[in-house]
């Protein structure tokens, strides 16, 4: 079976006239994994920043 994540094992097998669209879905499940990794990553370093500033302004 072919999901967002990986190619599958090879015990369910997709017609013939499907096989670009599992193609396909591998390609945007690997891309989704980056592209959320990404993001998150985004959101911890902001936050990250906006603790350290607050941090560093209640020293002061």
Request: proline share 0%; net charge neutral; charged share 15%.
């Amino acid at each position: 079976a072919v999901n967002f994540g990986s190619l599958g094992y090879g015990d369910i097998v997709m017609s013939e006239q499907h096989r670009l669209l599992g193609a396909l879905e591998a390609i945007n499940g690997v891309l989704m994994i980056g592209l959320s990794t990404a993001v998150l990553m985004t959101v911890f370093q902001d936050v990250r920043k906006e603790l350290l500033s607050a941090r560093g302004n209640g020293a002061k």
